[in-house]
């Protein structure tokens, strides 16, 4: 390919790129986004689940192995950890997002109370509040005038502005289920050889190597998954991620190593 293809595939790509944002900047569809509400995005909730379920699982498998224990222990180690450990982290989830809820819906009724109280007051905070934004003069008066003008206007700036949350947040049923998914789907993933050999006992000579390359390949897929997302190359994502689990991994092997030592004396 030469410099002149390069080129046009780059002009031709930037001009579609132009177009999806001018009609996507029209002032209906500027309008429909803004009335759908902010789009919650529960990448996070995935990517914690998902990462956490690989590494804690791994962590058993690699542990027991290395305490040259059977595969029968592993597996049943291995699942009491994937469930257990799966819900807790799904029902951490759900009340640390629910808790987010309710200190959202506090901050709503003081600031509604302040307001009824001492409305001169928090007027002069909208006033000191958009006065470091730049506004002065009348133009400040009359953002002031504006936004206190209708109460519900009002609160919703002084929850952004002066406690620095959002209006709106992630669902805690949705993000719980995120989680909970994504740590028992991928945190599976160690122990499927392990479960493999259990029903074929011939069939696998190590299951234990055939787990680390699939879980390292998981690693890496989580946190190329990740980059994809986020402004950073996936590939450097995917290695981060299996850097942080192998390290997880190796820990535990290490203990599993002590602990077979010492059952032994």
């Known amino acids: 390919m030469d410099l002149v293809d390069v080129a046009t595939r780059h002009v031709r790509r930037n001009r579609v790129l132009l177009a999806d944002l001018e009609a996507a900047h029209t002032p209906s569809a500027i309008r429909a986004r803004l009335e759908s509400g902010p789009h919650q995005n529960y990448l996070r909730d995935f990517v914690y689940g998902a990462i956490d379920g690989t590494v804690t699982t791994f962590a058993v498998v690699s542990g027991v192995a290395a305490a040259g224990l059977s595969s029968s222990v592993v597996i049943v180690l291995g699942l009491a950890n994937l469930v257990g450990d799966g819900f807790s982290m799904a029902a951490g989830n759900f009340l640390g997002t629910r808790a987010d809820e309710q200190l959202r819906d506090w901050v709503r009724r003081i600031e509604e109370q302040h307001i009824a109280l001492h409305p001169d007051g928090e007027k002069e905070e909208i006033r000191q509040i958009f006065k470091d934004k730049g506004f002065s003069g009348e133009n400040l008066e009359s953002a002031v005038d504006t936004i206190t003008a209708d109460n519900r206007r009002w609160v919703d700036t002084m929850i952004r502005e002066e406690h620095g949350m959002t209006l709106d947040g992630p669902s805690p049923w949705r993000a719980a289920s995120v989680t909970f998914a994504a740590f028992m789907g991928l945190g599976m993933i160690p122990l499927v050889t392990f479960l493999y050999c259990h029903f074929f006992p011939n069939g696998l000579a190590n299951p234990y190597a055939w787990s680390t390359a699939f879980t390292g390949m998981a690693f890496f897929g989580i946190g190329a998954l990740k980059g994809r997302f ?36």
Do not use: I, M
């Not at 590939?235 to 290490?254: D, E, H, N, P, Q």
């Not at 190593?257 to 059952?263: A, I």
């Open 230 to 265: 986020v402004t950073e190359p996936w590939y450097r994502s995917g290695l981060k991620t299996l850097a942080v689990g192998s390290t997880a991994a190796s820990l535990a092997y290490l203990v599993g190593l002590l602990l077979k030592r010492l059952l032994v004396v």
